[in-house]
């Protein structure tokens, strides 16, 4: 994230000139006999002198033990100093931030000594400073890439959030909040009250503003009021986007309204992107890919937008990163939209582009996201030996079962697995030991979605009205199950001769291997369709949708699906009914056997069996 511009400028660009041997041996020197200066600000002096140049050195002034020493002696003058002022912690951090950058890893011990010893002096001399002064200080630590490491800007969020936010003017608000960004954490109810002080003067905000607003929200997973977003996005829509577009503050915005925006909302985020739609020429791929993100969001496909994302990915390969491949791969399966471009496939095309452009460290890196990749491109039927194999390592699972455990695609993980096993003999191994199989199955978190509440009602209503014209056939004939591990239960229905008959008990049973029906076409599966499987304009089938059908059918089932769009106006009653009739219609093709029942006929009398 960049530091927002407020008026000052940083000034921490390196010297581009050449560093003679002389001068450096003479800089060393002064390094290595530092314990003999005896002013406070000549040691300062000496620390921006050498910064300034350690960049041109190429690490001669580092050589031996003078850095180390160098760095011990100044955290013992700082310690003793009484008389540190801002204008010395400044110079100190501005030469850190050099140091850093151009010579020492967070970890080198000399960085470390020096960097905390700057941080206590910052902590000390907080209370001294004014608001603009400790702004500053936090803004260098942000630069210097350590604002986490150090414990100053947390000091300064804390001393700050101790008084009234409604005191400070509007711009100090949103600096105080680009340190809780940054911090990634924040006192419980300061981010109200900061929304409280800022809810006025929203509308007065300029872009960064606003991208630092919304940085604090997502960072730190605090929900803000539906009125402060509507108002955010309202500015949004208001302001010009004048020159050239900020990526990281787009991408910002759009993953700030993915979270937290509201359905009421989704009209004004369309017309948020068709304004961004002018600017893809200029945006970056992360950015592209958070605001298509928006399109998954609200169901609504832009394909205008999306081909031209697809053409920019493309064009821009072989230097597309992981992250971004994963999320446009997985916005177009979403949407089951696979562009033509210059008469070829986007689907093969990239899955070709990828092949020549991932290597091991990329893999090793984000392994859910490649996880996430393959799984997009299973969605449409689309496998590669050479990308799975990335997966045929020690080394891959090693890297994945150590992130996060939020961080694990374990659901995109088990659909591409199933999708091999299915779809791809050619790879000639399972992709996931039956062992971690089994644990991932069992596992909390790789539970498929929640029983859609319509289909256990439309399950009891239709095993009552199979079950009053065949006493014989119990309650077996109908039953909620999957045949697809990695799906939500489904309706299962078995039928011969159009009666019910009971269901095989092995397709019953809860497990990790993929369940057959028999050989004869009496098994039926009932997918009824929730109004978030479709995707507008063109009410398309989602890429997983798609694919279960798909998987199901490849078993030997009978698939009938049913979309709750048409049947949302129905009462209980009428949609059992409809569920019978498409049931004898579509396996038999023949006519409904049983009595059909109009809307005149249901209003009047509703069988006490099926009332909900």
């Not at 007065?204 to 009125?227: G, H, M, N, R, W």
Request: with cysteine; net charge neutral.
């Amino acid at each position: 994230m960049k530091a927002p511009q407020y008026g000052k400028t940083f000034g921490v660009a390196s010297l581009q000139v050449s560093l003679p041997a002389s001068m450096a041996k003479s800089l060393h020197e002064q390094m290595c006999c530092a314990d003999q200066l005896k002013d406070l600000k000549a040691v300062v002096q000496l620390v921006s002198d050498v910064s300034c140049l350690a960049s041109i050195a190429r690490g001669r002034l580092m050589e031996g033990r003078a850095f180390e020493s160098f760095a011990q002696h100044l955290t013992l003058r700082l310690e003793s100093s009484t008389d540190l002022t801002f204008t010395d912690v400044r110079n100190l951090l501005q030469a850190f931030h050099r140091f850093h950058f151009d010579n020492l890893p967070h970890d080198f011990p000399a960085s470390h000594a020096f960097r905390s010893a700057i941080d206590a002096a910052c902590i000390r001399i907080l209370p001294q400073l004014s608001r603009e002064e400790a702004f500053l200080l936090s803004d260098l630590w942000f630069l210097s890439a350590c604002s986490r490491l150090a414990a100053f800007p947390s000091h300064l969020i804390g001393t700050l959030a101790r008084g009234s936010l409604d005191q400070l003017p509007p711009h100090e608000v949103v600096r105080l909040l680009f340190a809780v960004a940054l911090q990634r954490k924040a006192e419980p109810g300061l981010l109200l009250q900061a929304e409280r002080a800022l809810s006025p003067h929203v509308a007065s905000l300029s872009l960064p503003e606003l991208a630092v607003i919304c940085a604090a929200f997502f960072k730190t997973q605090t929900t803000p009021s539906l009125d402060f977003i509507e108002k955010i996005l309202s500015r949004l829509l208001a302001v010009e986007f004048e020159g050239a577009p900020d990526d990281v503050a787009i991408a910002l915005f759009a993953k700030f309204f993915n979270r937290y925006a509201q359905p009421a909302m989704h009209e004004p985020l369309q017309r948020l992107l068709q304004k961004c739609k002018t600017q893809i020429a200029a945006l970056g791929l992360p950015a592209l890919g958070h605001l298509c993100g928006i399109m998954e969001m609200t169901l609504q496909a832009d394909e205008d937008f999306l081909f031209r994302v697809c053409q920019k990915v493309l064009t821009s390969m072989p230097d597309v990163r992981l992250k971004e491949l994963a999320k446009i791969a997985n916005i177009c399966s979403f949407f089951s939209f696979w562009p033509v471009i210059e008469g070829q496939d986007f689907s093969l095309v990239l899955l070709r582009e990828c092949e020549r452009s991932i290597r091991v460290a990329d893999v090793a890196a984000y392994p859910s996201k490649m996880v996430e990749l393959l799984a997009a491109f299973a969605h449409v039927g689309c496998f590669s030996k050479k990308l799975l194999q990335f997966m045929n390592q020690r080394a891959f699972w090693k890297s994945y079962f150590s992130q996060p455990k939020p961080l694990l695609a374990t659901n995109d993980l088990l659909q591409l697995h199933y999708a091999v096993e299915m779809e791809f003999p050619e790879f000639g191994r399972p992709l996931i030991l039956e062992s971690a199989l089994k644990g991932m199955l069992s596992d909390e978190g790789s539970s498929p979605p929640p029983l859609n509440s319509a289909v256990s009602s439309l399950f009891n209503g239709l095993q009552k009205l199979l079950l009053q014209e065949n006493q014989t056939a119990t309650q077996q004939s109908v039953a909620l199950c999957s045949p697809l591990p990695y799906a939500e239960p489904m309706l299962l229905v078995r039928l011969k001769d159009l009666n019910p008959i009971p269901l095989p008990p092995d397709l019953l049973e809860t497990g990790y291997s993929l369940r057959s029906p028999p050989s004869d076409g009496t098994c039926t599966v009932i997918i009824y369709h929730p109004w978030w499987d479709y995707t507008s304009p063109h009410q398309r089938l989602t890429g997983l949708s798609e694919m279960k059908i798909r998987h199901l059918k490849t078993l030997g089932y009978n698939v009938i699906q049913i979309n709750q769009r048409e049947t949302h106006n129905m009462s209980f009653v009428l949609k059992v009914k409809h569920l019978r009739d498409k049931l004898f219609f579509e396996t038999a093709n023949v006519a409904v056997p049983l009595d059909y029942v109009s809307d005149k006929d249901s209003q009047k009398k509703t069988p006490s069996s099926l009332k909900s």
